[in-house]
């Protein structure tokens, strides 16, 4: 494997490699965590990088001493929140024009997104931080549809402050049970799909209130 793939593997599966690099790199740690959530949240190019389970998997480690809770918890809430910031302002100068070349191009989609984030923009912002693909996504497309940063800065901050401290916490105080350890990538999978019930019960919602007016 070459240094480019070694890398790449450390960075796709951080959760996985974290006790080791504590280990072995000490406070650059916390630089790394900060570097990693700040492109997974702040480039479209970069949603498949680890997220929830890298928060939960660094708050585990904090409950057994190996990483600073409360130092933890403003890293990656300052990296969650200018992620989201830049993500924002590539999509409000760069995106229409990347949107332009893409063969799923037509003008009523950007009209679209731009009319669903001055009507839902703070439910949109807030909960899609935990979806994953779609946090990397919201971001960009509230910038492209020239969503008022103001508006947005102020749902980014609390979309990050609850993201980040739910699973760095729920890390903390879960991750040393034994039940945890053992089953560690199915209770990640588990949280995962509770954080998106909070989504489709808003999808369902807009979908039925669409419908009974329908009916009225």
């Known amino acids: 494997m070459t240094f480019l793939n070694s ?28 570097f990693v959530i700040l492109i997974e949240t702040g480039l479209v190019i970069t949603p498949y990088l680890p997220g929830d389970s890298l928060l939960f998997a660094a708050g585990s480690l904090a409950s057994v001493g190996s990483l600073n809770i409360f130092l933890l918890l403003i890293v990656l809430t300052t990296a969650a929140i200018l992620g989201d910031s830049l993500n924002y302002f590539i999509g409000y100068h760069f995106g229409e024009a990347v949107f332009l070349k893409s063969k799923f191009y037509h ?15 703070r439910k949109t912002l807030i909960l899609a931080r935990f979806v994953p693909i779609v946090r990397t996504f919201a971001p960009f497309v509230a910038g492209m549809g020239k ?12 979309g990050g402050i609850i993201w ?26 588990i949280i995962i799909l509770l954080s998106i019930v909070p989504l489709l019960f808003e999808v369902v919602k807009h979908f039925w209130k669409k419908n009974y007016h329908k009916t009225e």
Do not use: C, R, W
Not at 7 to 34: M, N, R
């Open 7 to 34: 890398v790449i593997d450390i960075l796709l599966h951080l959760d996985k490699h974290l006790a080791v690099i504590i280990q072995s790199y000490g406070l650059l740690t916390y630089l790394l965590l900060f």
């Open 107 to 121: 003008p009523e989609y950007l009209q679209k997104a731009q009319d669903f984030y001055h009507k839902y923009g």
């Open 147 to 158: 969503m008022k940063y103001s508006s947005f800065l102020i749902n980014n901050i609390i």
């Open 164 to 189: 980040v401290f739910l699973f760095v916490l729920a890390g903390y105080f879960l991750g040393g049970l034994s039940i945890v350890k053992e089953n560690f990538s199915i209770f990640i999978l």
